[in-house]
C-alpha cells in the first residue's frame, strides 16, 4: 500500500533548467494538491486538482505549471528554476467530498536551485 | 482568507513531562475542521489528531489531545508523557468547505532527555 509516491526524493538544478516532479496516488482519490515547505513559513498551496480534469491556482503559483494527467497522476513543472523555488515540495491527496480526515502525503522532494 | 498562526517557533520538553502548542486561526466559517500535523526528520507529515468544529468535546488520541476553544478561534495540542519520539516539527492546519488546508507556520519541539 503505497499512498502517495513523489519522484525524485532530492534535485539539485541550475537557474534557468526545467524539470517535472511526479506524484502519484493509489487510494483512488479525486483531489490531489502540491504544496512547498519553507522555513517559517509552514506549507503553502501551490495549485490543486478537485478532480480529474480540473486544476487551480493555489497561494503560490507563479513560476509552476501542474498537469492532471489521470485520476492518479499529478505533476508539477517548473519551466525555468530560480534560486527562489528552493524548497521541499509536497504532494498530497484527499477524497472530495470526504472533508475533514485530513490529506495523505507523499515523503517530499528535496529541491536546491543554485 | 483564513490564516492559522503559530506563535511558537521552537519549544522544549524534559521526557515525562507535558507539554502545550499553541494555535490560532481566523475564519468567518461555522462548519470547519482543525488538525495538527507532525514532521518528523524523515519528512513525513503524520496526522496526529483532528477535531470538528460543530463538535465541543475536546478530541483525544492517546497521550495527544487538544483544547479547542471556538468563540476565541484557539486550538491547542497537549503531549502528555513526552517521549523522545515526539520530537518533531508540529503543524497546525484548518479546512473548511470551498478551500483548501491551510497550514500554520509549524512549532519545532525538542524533547530532552
Known amino acids: 500500500n503505497a499512498g502517495v509516491t513523489q519522484t525524485p526524493k532530492f534535485q539539485v538544478l541550475k537557474t534557468g533548467q526545467s524539470m517535472t516532479l511526479q506524484c502519484a496516488q493509489d487510494?483512488?482519490?479525486?483531489?490531489m494538491y502540491w504544496y512547498r515547505q519553507d522555513p517559517g513559513m509552514g506549507l503553502r498551496l501551490i495549485y490543486y486538482?478537485?478532480?480529474?480534469?480540473?486544476?487551480d491556482k493555489g497561494e503560490v503559483p507563479n513560476g509552476y505549471n501542474v498537469s492532471r494527467l489521470n485520476k492518479r497522476e499529478f505533476s508539477l513543472r517548473l519551466e525555468s528554476a530560480a534560486p527562489s523555488q528552493t524548497s521541499v515540495y509536497f504532494c498530497?491527496?484527499?477524497?472530495?467530498?470526504?472533508?475533514?480526515?485530513?490529506?495523505?502525503f507523499g515523503s517530499g522532494t528535496r529541491l536546491t536551485v543554485v | 482568507a483564513q490564516t492559522v498562526t503559530q506563535s511558537q517557533p521552537e519549544m522544549s520538553v524534559q521526557e515525562a513531562e507535558t507539554v502545550t502548542l499553541s494555535c490560532t486561526y481566523d475564519?468567518?466559517?461555522?462548519?470547519?475542521?482543525l488538525f495538527w500535523y507532525k514532521q518528523p526528520p524523515s519528512r513525513q507529515m503524520i496526522l496526529v489528531i483532528r477535531?470538528?468544529?460543530?463538535?465541543?468535546q475536546n478530541a483525544t488520541e492517546n497521550r495527544f489531545s487538544v483544547n479547542f476553544q471556538k468563540a476565541a478561534k484557539s486550538f491547542s495540542l497537549k503531549i502528555s508523557d513526552s517521549q523522545l519520539g515526539d520530537a518533531a516539527m508540529y503543524f497546525c492546519?484548518?479546512?473548511?468547505?470551498?478551500?483548501?488546508?491551510?497550514f500554520g507556520e509549524g512549532t519545532q519541539l525538542t524533547v530532552n532527555p
Open positions: 487510494m483512488n482519490h479525486n483531489s
Open positions: 477535531q470538528e468544529a460543530y463538535k465541543q
Open positions: 486538482s478537485a478532480s480529474e480534469g480540473t486544476t
Open positions: 492546519a484548518y479546512e473548511t468547505s470551498g478551500s483548501r488546508l491551510t
Open positions: 498530497a491527496s484527499s477524497d472530495w467530498g470526504w472533508m475533514g480526515y485530513g490529506y495523505t
Open positions: 475564519t468567518s466559517e461555522s462548519d470547519y475542521y
